[in-house]
C-alpha cells in the first residue's frame, strides 16, 4: 500500500506516462478513507465509543509481490518462547491433555495442559509430552510372563492393540523377555494359559538398542515385516517401542516447538491463583513444564499479581502468561508484576457466559489492538484468547498486533481432543465445555466459584456453558489448513511475516474497515438454496 516516490510524467501530448516505479497516491486520496482507515482510526479516534470484534472488521487487500510460501508466520509467545505457528490450545477439559499438547507442539504451536487434575496428575501430563518421542511409544503397555492370555485378550479390547512387550517386571523399564501378538493368541482357547508358554522369546526378536533413530528403526521394521519393534538399553531393558501402524504418521515434523538444548517438545500448563497453586506449579516445573498460565477471567486481582511475581522469584527460568486482560489499566500491573505474556479476552469464548452473567468484558478485536499496543512497549507479547472461529479470525487477531491466538472450540473436536466421538441427529461430535460450567466445575474447579471458605450457602455461579462440536478429523490436517488458511490471508493483505505486519499496522500502512451487518452478510454465503461446506 506504501507509495513509492515517483511521480506521474506527462508527456508532450498531455497523456500521462508510468515510469519504472510505481505510481504515488496523493494524500487526498490517501486520507479520503478511499483506501481504509487506520487502526488508530477505528479504535482511537472513536467517536462513537464503540468496541468491535473480528467480524466488524475487514482487511484491505495490499500488494503481493511474494509467493504463498515465503510467507513467514513464527512468533512469540513470551518473552523468551519462540513458535514457528502462532497457535496455542485452550487450558481446558475437552481442549488440552497431552495428546493434544505433543499434536499442537509437533506442528510448530503449543498445547497448555489444563488444570481440572489433582496436581501430581497434571505433573504427568507434562511428563508424557516431554518424553515424547516422535515415532516412539514410551509408555507401552506391557505383560509379564505370568500373565494370561485373558490379560492380552482384555488389553486388546480396551485399547485396540495386541502386540505387547513382555518384561520381567510387566512394566516398562523391564527387562525384555518376549513379545506377544494377536497371532500368538488366535486358536487358544483356554484363556488361562500362561503368556510364556506362547510368546516369541527374547532371542527369537528383532530389537533396536537405544539412540536408534527412526529412519533406522523404520528399516528394521520392514525388513522383520513384524507389527512391533522393542528398543532395548544396553542391560537389555526395555526403553520404547515402535509400532508398524504408526509409520505414515511418523514424517518428520521440520516446525516443531522444542527445547534447543533437550530437544523436547515444549509445552504449558495452566494453574489458578489459590495459595496451594503455588505447589501445583513447583510439581509442573519439576516436571519440566517450559510456560504457565495464569488462568482467571479477570487478571488484574491481588491474588494474581503476588503469584506472578512468586513465580518469577521462585522459577526465574520458567516463562509465565498472565491474564486475562482487556485494558491497559489491567495489563500494566501484571506486566509490573513480571508476566511474559499476557492473555486477552473476557467473555467472549464461544462457550462464555461472563458477559452475560458479570456484565464485564470486551469486544475482542477492540481488546487485543489496545492491549497488544500497549504491552509492545514493553516487549511483552499478546495471546488473543478465544472467539476464533475461522482462520479469517486468526488473520485478524495477528493484524491487529497479537503474536499467538488461543482457540478452544476450533481445536475441540479433533481426535486429539480429550473424549470419544458420539453421534446426535447422525452428526459426529465430541463435548466441549466452558470450564466454568457446572459440568466442568463439578470435576475440579469447583472452589473458584463457590462463596469463599465454601460455607453452608454455597452458591455455584456458572460462567460457561456445555455443549458439543463437530468432529473435525485429526490436528495433522487441520492444523496445515489452519496455518494455509492464515497465509493466505497475510498475502492478501501485503505483508510477508508478522514483524512486516505490526510494522504496517503501526505505522499506519494496514488498512481495515468497519462491515456494516449487511457487508458482513454479504460476505458470507448467501443466496444459495443449500450448499455443503467442506474445510479441506
Ligand atoms: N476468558 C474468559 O472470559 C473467562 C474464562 N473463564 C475460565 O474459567 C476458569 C475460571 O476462571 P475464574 O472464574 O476467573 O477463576 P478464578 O479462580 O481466577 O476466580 C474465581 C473466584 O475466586 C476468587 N479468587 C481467586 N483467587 C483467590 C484467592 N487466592 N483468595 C480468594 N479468592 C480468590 C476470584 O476473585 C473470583 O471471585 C478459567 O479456566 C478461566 O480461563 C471463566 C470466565 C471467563
Ligand atoms: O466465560 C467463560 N466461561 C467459561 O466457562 C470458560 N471456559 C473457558 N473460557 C475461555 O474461553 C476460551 C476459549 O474460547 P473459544 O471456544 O471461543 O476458543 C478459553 O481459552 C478461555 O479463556 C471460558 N470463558
Ligand atoms: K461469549
Excluded at 457 to 482: E, F, M, N
Aim: glycine share 10%.
Amino acid at each position: 500500500m506504501a507509495p513509492s516516490k515517483n511521480k506521474r510524467q506527462k508527456t508532450e501530448n498531455g497523456n500521462s506516462k508510468d515510469s519504472d516505479e510505481l505510481w504515488e497516491l496523493d494524500e487526498e486520496t490517501l486520507n479520503s478513507g478511499a483506501v481504509g482507515f487506520t487502526a488508530s482510526q477505528i479504535f482511537i479516534k472513536n467517536p462513537s465509543c464503540v468496541a468491535y470484534t473480528y467480524d466488524d472488521i475487514i482487511m484491505m487487500p495490499g500488494h503481493i509481490n511474494f509467493g504463498l510460501n515465503d510467507v513467514d508466520i513464527s512468533t512469540k509467545l513470551t518473552k523468551n518462547i519462540s513458535l514457528k505457528v502462532p497457535f496455542v490450545s485452550s487450558p481446558m477439559d475437552t481442549v488440552t491433555e497431552h495428546k493434544m499438547a505433543i499434536s499442537m507442539a509437533l506442528q510448530g504451536g503449543i498445547g497448555i495442559i489444563h488444570s481440572n487434575f489433582t496436581a501430581e496428575d497434571q505433573a504427568d501430563q507434562v511428563r508424557k509430552v516431554k518424553r515424547f518421542e516422535n515415532g516412539f511409544i514410551t509408555d507401552p503397555i506391557c505383560l509379564c510372563p505370568n500373565s494370561t492370555v485373558a490379560d492380552v485378550i482384555k488389553i486388546k479390547e480396551e485399547h485396540g492393540y495386541s502386540g505387547i512387550p513382555i518384561t520381567d517386571t510387566g512394566k516398562m523399564g523391564g527387562k525384555l523377555m518376549g513379545l506377544v501378538s494377536s497371532r500368538d493368541i488366535t486358536f487358544i482357547t483356554d484363556t488361562s494359559m500362561q503368556i510364556k508358554e506362547i510368546m516369541t522369546p527374547r532371542e527369537k526378536l528383532s530389537v533396536a538398542k537405544k539412540g536408534v533413530d527412526l529412519h533406522d528403526a523404520n528399516e528394521i521394521l520392514k525388513e522383520t515385516k513384524k507389527g512391533k519393534l522393542p528398543v532395548v538399553n544396553e542391560n537389555d531393558e526395555l526403553v520404547s517401542l515402535i509400532a508398524r501402524t504408526d509409520l505414515l504418521k511418523n514424517s518428520e515434523f521440520a516446525q516443531s516447538s522444542k527445547d534447543p538444548v533437550t530437544k523436547q517438545l515444549l509445552v504449558g500448563a495452566a494453574i489458578g491463583t489459590r495459595p496451594e497453586d503455588r505447589d501445583r506449579a513447583a510439581k509442573l516445573v519439576e516436571a519440566g513444564v517450559d510456560v504457565i498460565v495464569v488462568d482467571s477471567s479477570q487478571g488484574d486481582s491481588v491474588y494474581q499479581l503476588e503469584i506472578v511475581k512468586h513465580l518469577k522469584e521462585t522459577h526465574p527460568k520458567l516463562q509465565v502468561i498472565a491474564g486475562n486482560v482487556v485494558t491497559p489499566s489491567q495489563a500494566i500491573h501484571l506486566i509490573q508484576a513480571g508476566a511474559d505474556g499476557l492473555r486477552v479476552g473476557m467473555g467472549i469464548g464461544s462457550i462464555c457466559t461472563t458477559q452475560e452473567v458479570c456484565a464485564v468484558g470486551r469486544a475482542q478485536a477492540s481488546a487485543v489492538f489496545h492491549v497488544a499496543k500497549f504491552a509492545r512497549k514493553y516487549g511483552v507479547p499478546i495471546l488473543a484468547d478465544g472467539g476464533i472461529k475461522s482462520t479469517g479470525h486468526i488473520t485478524k487477531a495477528l493484524s491487529l498486533g497479537a503474536s499467538c491466538v488461543m482457540m478452544g472450540s476450533m481445536l475441540a473436536g479433533t481426535d486429539e481432543a480429550p473424549g470419544e466421538y458420539f453421534y446426535q441427529d447422525g452428526v459426529r461430535l465430541k463435548r466441549y465445555r466452558g470450564m466454568g460450567s457446572i459440568e466442568a466445575m463439578s470435576k475440579g474447579s469447583e472452589k473458584r466459584y463457590v462463596w469463599e471458605n465454601n460455607s453452608a450457602h454455597s452458591i455455584k455461579v456458572a460462567q460457561g456453558v456445555s455443549g458439543a462440536v463437530q468432529d473435525k478429523g485429526t490436528l495433522l490436517r487441520y492444523i496445515p489448513y489452519l496455518v494455509q488458511g492464515v497465509r493466505h490471508g497475510m498475502q492478501d493483505a501485503g505483508v510477508k511475516s508478522l514483524d512486516e505486519t505490526w510494522e504496517k499496522l503501526y505505522s499506519d500502512k494496514l488498512r481495515f474497515e468497519i462491515r456494516s451487518p449487511a457487508a458482513q452478510k454479504e460476505g458470507g454465503v448467501h443466496g444459495l438454496h443449500s450448499y455443503q461446506k467442506r474445510l479441506f
